[in-house]
């Protein structure tokens, strides 16, 4: 029994990561690595876990006042 059920909490993790663009098997990786990862931290089941990544193009990112697409031509 996990310290979640012992509080008798209701567990139901959610992981979110922000990332430039990925491929689909960039993305299935990262679910199963950030899934598996948390489980063995938490003692928290995998199945539990619900993962949403949020992908970003670089011209949505800034840095330096500039856009991220541009500051990374240099």
């Keep these: 029994m996990t310290n979640i059920e012992q509080l008798g909490g ?13 491929t689909r098997e960039q993305k299935e990786k990262l679910i199963q690595a950030l899934t598996k ?9 995998e199945s539990s876990f619900y993962v949403l990544i949020k992908e970003n193009s670089l011209d949505n990112w ?13």
């Excluded at 209701?10 to 990925?22: F, T």
């Excluded at 990862?37 to 089941?45: D, I, M």
Aim: hydrophobic content about 45%.
């Design 10 to 22: 209701i567990n139901m993790p959610h992981i979110q990561v922000e990332i430039g663009m990925a």
């Design 37 to 45: 990862s948390a489980s063995e931290v938490l003692g928290v089941n």
């Design 62 to 74: 800034g840095v330096g006042g500039k856009m991220l697409s541009e500051a990374l031509k240099k």
